[in-house]
T-cell receptor
Framework: GAVVSQHPSRVICKSGTSVKIECRSLDFQATTMFWYRQFPKQSLMLMATSNEGSKATYEQGVEKDKFLINHASLTLSTLTVTSAHPEDSSFYIC????????????FGQGTRLTVV | GQNIDQPTEMTATEGAIVQINCTYQTSGFNGLFWYQQHAGEAPTFLSYNVLDGLEEKGRFSSFLSRSKGYSYLLLKELQMKDSASYLCAVMDSNYQLIWGAGTKLIIKP
């Protein structure tokens, strides 16, 4: 099946710094990717939909200037958490739309972000 | 509003069978997904149902009734490694996934 690779798997950063998370589709071209965050013992929360070559669509309550999303190619989307704060500590997960079936079924491995 | 309901937690015995239910109310329907998520890991895809009926895949089966807004995931011959959270998600008319809160499945020896 399709593979989505996310990097890094874990990152610890200081408060006020920025962190970039990469999401790559390895064996298919993903015109759309999705970014989620998940707090402990809670379900996935969609943050934004990333569309190749255009601006991302952010969910209500998600600060687009804080969570910068770039989808410059059909195989790569990046999420940059700018000026990170401890409350941004979370599990961030990307997923890519399967172009063959037009369904969303493949997730990256996730990134555990800890802001100290 | 859109809503996905599934039990918060279930316990079952190794070797047994367990059924995890999911009911939904969404704006449109373009399929229902089940995912497995181990603690600290990303979800992994288990099944996709868009038509009524039962889909079987090894030890796991998924059932859908669109008229009832209902699905279940059936796990047979339970193994300890099946201890995980199971997430139900529905794709709405905008092809966005609406997620349930997940069911934590605890397997006991």
């Amino acid at each position: 099946g399709a593979v989505v690779s996310q990097h890094p798997s874990r990152v610890i950063c200081k408060s006020g710094t920025s962190v970039k998370i990469e999401c790559r589709s390895l064996d298919f071209q993903a015109t759309t990717m999705f970014w989620y965050r998940q707090f402990p013992k809670q379900s996935l929360m969609l943050m934004a939909t990333s569309n190749e070559g255009s601006k991302a669509t952010y969910e209500q309550g998600v600060e687009k200037d804080k969570f910068l999303i770039n989808h410059a190619s059909l195989t790569l989307s990046t999420l940059t958490v700018t000026s990170a704060h401890p409350e941004d500590s979370s599990f961030y997960i990307c997923s890519a739309r399967d172009p063959g079936t037009d369904t969303e079924a493949f997730f990256g491995q996730g990134t555990r972000l800890t802001v100290v | 509003g859109q809503n996905i309901d599934q039990p918060t937690e279930m316990t079952a015995t190794e070797g047994a069978i367990v059924q995890i239910n999911c009911t939904y109310q969404t704006s449109g329907f373009n399929g229902l997904f089940w995912y497995q998520q181990h603690a600290g890991e990303a979800p992994t895809f288990l099944s996709y149902n868009v038509l009524d009926g039962l889909e079987e895949k090894g030890r796991f089966s998924s059932f859908l009734s669109r008229s009832k807004g209902y699905s279940y995931l059936l796990l047979k011959e339970l193994q300890m490694k099946d201890s995980a959270s199971y997430l139900c998600a529905v794709m709405d008319s905008n092809y966005q996934l609406i997620w349930g809160a997940g069911t934590k499945l605890i397997i006991k020896p």
